[in-house]
Structures are given as C-alpha cells and as structure tokens.
C-alpha cells in the first residue's frame, strides 16, 4: 500500500503552468529547461547523461524507480540534470543489479525531483508550446517568485554548457562493453588497432566503450584543447561528442574542429554533428521541442533501411546551409530534420543521433565500424 504523502513540490514553467507533486529528490529548487524523453527504460542512463545538463527531463514512461540504481549503468560520474519530472516513483525496486534506491542517488547529489505530475499533460503542452524554461521547487515559495525566477534564468539559445561537463585533464580509455556486449558479427574487437582522440563536451562511458570494442584505444581531452595538442597525441582519428547547450555558443569548438577537417578521420554525433556544421560553413537552429528518447525512426539514405535510433538533442543542423560537396545520409522520418552527413573529401561524417545508444537500440553500431574502416584506410 502507497503512504499518501503532502503535496510538497511544485513545477511552474515560464508560461504560467504550474503542476503541482512530491518531492522525491533533493529538496530545494531548480531551474532549467524542460523536455521530455519517450524511452520506457533506462532512466539512470539519462539522469547520468551531459548532453542533459541544464533541462528538467519529464519521463513520459509513467511508472519510475523500481529497478533501483546500480553500478553498472551510469554514462558519467554523477546525475547531471537540472531536475526529474515522473508521474509514479516507485520507492520499492528490485533488481539483482541495484545497488540502491533512484531518491536516495538523487538526494546525494542534490538533483531536484518531482513525481505525481501528471506528465501526459505536461508533454502535450510542451508539444504545443515547445520546450520552455521551468523551475521546480520544494521550498514553499509563492508561484509568482517562482515564476520571476522561472522567467529570469537565460535560455537554451546561446548557452555554452560545455565547459561545466568536460573533463578537467586528459584520460586514458580502454574498457569495452562486457558483459553488456551488442552482438557484433565477430564479437568485439580483440586488439586495439587505433589510437582516438576524444574531445569531451559531455561524452556518454557508453561511446567510449563502443569505440573500445571497435579497436580503439581512446584519449580523452578537455572541450578546450587546442588541435595542435590533440594532433601532438599523433591519433589515427578524432571523434567529437555529443554535450549540452547551443552548439553555436561553442565558437572554440567550433574554430578546433575546422582546423583539424582534412587532416584525419572525424566523427561526430549530437553536439559533434552540429559543430561539424558550423565548422563547413553551415548553421544550427532550435527545434520546438527536441528529441529525445530510444524509438525515433531515422533512413539511412545510401540504402533506404529505417534505423529505430536513441536520440537526445534540441539543435539541429540546418542541410540548406551545408557547402557543395556534403552528402546528406540520415533523415529523421517524424519530421524529416536532417540526422546526419559525410565529407568524403574531407573524410569527416556526422550523426545527429546516438548510435551507442544507451539507452536505446543497436541498430546503428556499424557507423562505428565505419570510423575504424576510415582509419585503418588511411594507414594504406
């Protein structure tokens, strides 16, 4: 039997909604802005994920909690959202991995939560309205102080968060994905045949282990570090990952990327994707609401096949604004945005979405394939 419990908790957004909860999580308040994820699984793997920094992540699955928390599934060292937004929380779990309860992880970090929030409501309206600034509050202030607060926080638009989720030193990566391993044709790599540079502007452990079990061994350096320092690392590939905030806030990245096309093998996927863009010329814009979620169908073109892909961006690269002799190869199939791209003639390509996935299906792990295959034809 569930103990009723006060309605202590508060979510009020910048438009004057107000959804009223319990806290679950740490109290006091917090500001960002809220979106929604459509994945049925996996909610430590996105509490844990950069690219959600600064958002209130609303889970549209309505029952949250009852598979606990464990070691094994984190994608960085510690919850990174803003806040947690569900209808059920489950304090109860089970699970042979847990190692503990979803409220108390997010009472020793500090994360804000709220349940019993009716989320249908709340992602219908952000569907609508599109995503906005939001705040949620344990502290019994009034709405209308919230709501000054709410308003007087900066937008997603113009925001460099890369910077507060990279790493503050360069790391050695060479772990791979047992006992947790996608079933590759010939099962993963054996020998680390290529050296990577990783740049990190909130890179998921789940990439790093895709890149592990793909042949590579992986460096992994700071948002900042200057191409010359990554190039003295004498790599046979560099790969940009996903992050948060607006792409176009990231100019240093941007600049890194543009001086590096040309000189050997790039990847990239979310972030990486859209400062790949940037970096040809091109430019990002604001989708109303993102993406975010395991089950978005993207075509690959070259082929015609539909991937089932695990997505989590709110930018997107605008294909108008790409030079001649960019090949268009991803497009979403919800609203046709483009999902990715390849340079051959500066062997560089790009995925919005996230082929790693975690959570999410396997179906695009061969684009890692597709950068060892790069990197090994270089060396020809």
Known sequence: MRVQQTMDAVLVLEDGRVFPG?????????????????????????????????????MTAPHIGNTGVNDFDP???????????????????????????LSQLLRDYGIVAISDVDTRALTRHIRTAG??????????????????KCRAAPPMEGLDLTQVVT???PYHWATNSVPFTPPYPNGPAQELRFHVVAYDFGLKRTILRRLVDHGCRVTVVPATTPPEDALALQPDGIFFSNGPGDPAAATYAVATLRSLLGKLPIFGICLGHQLMGLALGGRTYKLPFGH???NHPVRYLPTGRVEITSQNHGFAVDPDSLPAGVVLTHINLNDQTLEGFDYPELQCFSVQYHPEAGPGPHDATYL?????????????
């Open 368 to 380: 890692f394939a597709r950068f060892a295959e790069a990197m090994a034809a270089r060396r020809s």
């Open 292 to 294: 975010h979620g395991a």
């Open 22 to 58: 319990r806290s679950f999580g740490a109290p006091g308040e917090r500001v960002g802005e809220v979106v929604f994820h459509t994945g049925m699984t996996g909610y430590q793997e996105i509490l844990t994920d950069p690219s959600y920094c600064g958002q209130l992540v609303t």
């Open 75 to 101: 994608e960085s060292i510690q919850p990174q959202v803003a806040g947690f937004i569900v209808r059920s929380y489950s304090e109860h779990y089970s699970s042979w991995r847990a190692r503990g309860s």
């Open 167 to 169: 790493c503050p030193e």
């Open 131 to 148: 995503a906005m600034r939001g705040i949620i509050s344990t502290t019994g202030e009034s709405i209308e102080s919230l709501l000054a």
